[in-house]
T-cell receptor, first 116, second 113 residues
Framework: AQTVTQSQPEMSVQEAETVTLSCTYD???????LFWYKQPPSRQMILVIR??????QNATENRFSVNFQKAAKSFSLKISDSQLGDAAMYFC?????????????FGKGITLSVRP | KAGVTQTPRYLIKTRGQQVTLSCSPI?????VSWYQQTPGQGLQFLFE???????NKGNFPGRFSGRQFSNSRSEMNVSTLELGDSALYLC????????????FGPGTRLTVL
């Protein structure tokens, strides 16, 4: 079974600084998708960024970028120029690209606080 | 496009009762997934429906069930509620391909007393 591990339960960053959130996963499959979701205190889960495993290029969305290391099964999220609105819980998630049992598997999440 | 909507947003029930939660996906989306979120267990997959058929199911007891209608709206039902069923229930919709991005609703907060 696939597992997703987010070993840091909490992190803090100064406004305008850069922070990196870590995520590792375990899978025997070669084709899969990885996601970072953000859940602000209002509870609406929002997609931050998505990475296809077959793409070597790291995904980027404005201030958000990932460092995808397929061999190491690592998928970290870098937030540049942190803003107060970035404070939220961040979840890393995995889904295999096929198979009857493909489902979105989440890590435990990391709470990010942003200091003004 | 309107986002995923869930009703009700908050619900209080007592042990032994049953509850039905509703989810309306983004227009055009044919897949709906349900998740249970608790502080202790995190986000756990309940089931996924596509074109009115259950496509996948998580490891939850049979008290948890769901269905999907022809307009893609979905409901989940929990019978014989237990205290441990208190959680935020999230639904997510996607267009239907397994690897499509899922878009989440605001959730239904269920409290079982």
């Amino acid at each position: 079974a696939q597992t997703v591990t987010q070993s840091q339960p909490e992190m803090s960053v100064q406004e305008a600084e850069t922070v990196t959130l870590s995520c590792t996963y375990d899978t025997s499959e070669s084709d899969y998708y990885l996601f970072w979701y953000k859940q602000p205190p209002s509870r609406q889960m929002i997609l931050v960024i998505r990475q296809e495993a077959y793409k070597q290029q790291n995904a980027t969305e404005n201030r958000f970028s990932v460092n995808f290391q397929k061999a190491a099964k690592s998928f970290s999220l870098k937030i540049s120029d942190s803003q107060l609105g970035d404070a939220a819980m961040y979840f890393c998630a995995y889904r295999s690209a096929g198979g009857a049992n493909s489902k979105l598997t989440f890590g435990k999440g990391i709470t990010l606080s942003v200091r003004p | 496009k309107a986002g995923v909507t869930q009703t009700p947003r908050y619900l209080i029930k007592t042990r032994g009762q049953q509850v039905t939660l509703s989810c309306s996906p983004i227009s055009g989306h044919r897949s709906v997934s349900w998740y249970q979120q608790t502080p202790g267990q995190g986000l756990q997959f309940l089931f996924e429906y596509f074109s009115e058929t259950q496509r996948n199911k998580g490891n939850f007891p049979g008290r948890f069930s769901g269905r999907q209608f022809s307009n893609s709206r979905s409901e989940m039902n929990v019978s014989t509620l237990e205290l441990g069923d208190s959680a935020l229930y999230l639904c997510a919709s996607s267009s239907g391909q397994i690897t499509d991005t899922q878009y989440f609703g605001p959730g239904t907060r269920l409290t079982v007393l």
